[in-house]
T-cell receptor, first 113, second 117 residues
Framework: KAGVTQTPRYLIKTRGQQVTLSCSPISGHRSVSWYQQTPGQGLQFLFEYFSETQRNKGNFPGRFSGRQFSNSRSEMNVSTLELGDSALYLC????????????FGPGTRLLVL | AQKITQTQPGMFVQEKEAVTLDCTYDTSDQSYGLFWYKQPSSGEMIFLIYQGSYDEQNATEGRYSLNFQKARKSANLVISASQLGDSAMYFCAMREGLNQAGTALIFGKGTTLSVSS
């Protein structure tokens, strides 16, 4: 089975812009979670989608949003980018049932100038 | 208070030696899961091993084993016979409320493992 794919892999934006990141889960997986990784804060949970519905949300401002499509692919959007949004954004997929393992993609490295 | 604590920022080991990476956790849940992930410099998080709170046996996956001591709330990763390719950052993570779907992983700060020849 193909793994989790994320596009783009690298992105450079300037403050105030917005950005959309994409994640395609492992075939058959219906849950997609997003995490932000920074040197200062480590890995933090953003949100989780299952069957096109946000099922869980972390403690991030409303500038961070996401959605999931009927084929389970997910996008996350960050509006009005700030320098502190520079991070590695990781997406993880799982079947969507209780307690199973999440499998991660290669991440998107976002640099905000 | 931190839910996952990894006290070793960096560890150094020689090839073929065994190494233990420490992880302690804090939860009041009875049903939770503990995970270890490896992150090479490329950035991808690679799943290594899982231990459920109700599992009585320590989990093993090839060269990886998880030393689970529930009363001490520790879940140390043991890598036997280290290889150069094991050089990476290692993260311990926990999912609380394992009987609920959609719960998030909570990660520790990570331990950088360097394997030398």
């Amino acid at each position: 089975k193909a793994g989790v794919t994320q596009t783009p892999r690298y992105l450079i934006k300037t403050r105030g812009q917005q950005v959309t990141l994409s994640c395609s889960p492992i075939s058959g997986h219906r849950s997609v979670s997003w995490y932000q990784q920074t040197p200062g804060q480590g890995l933090q949970f953003l949100f989780e989608y299952f069957s096109e519905t946000q099922r869980n949300k972390g403690n991030f401002p409303g500038r961070f949003s996401g959605r999931q499509f009927s084929n389970s692919r997910s996008e996350m959007n960050v509006s009005t980018l700030e320098l502190g949004d520079s991070a590695l954004y990781l997406c993880a997929s799982s079947p969507g049932l209780v307690g199973e393992t999440q499998y991660f993609g290669p991440g998107t490295r976002l640099l905000v100038l | 208070a931190q839910k996952i604590t990894q006290t070793q920022p960096g560890m150094f080991v020689q090839e073929k030696e065994a190494v233990t990476l420490d992880c302690t956790y804090d939860t009041s849940d009875q049903s939770y899961g503990l995970f270890w992930y490896k992150q090479p410099s490329s950035g991808e998080m690679i799943f290594l091993i899982y231990q459920g709170s109700y599992d009585e046996q320590n989990a093993t996956e090839g060269r990886y084993s998880l030393n689970f001591q529930k009363a001490r709330k520790s879940a140390n990763l043991v890598i036997s016979a280290s290889q150069l390719g094991d050089s990476a950052m290692y993260f311990c993570a926990m999912r609380e409320g394992l009987n609920q779907a959609g719960t998030a992983l909570i990660f520790g700060k990570g331990t950088t493992l360097s394997v030398s020849s």
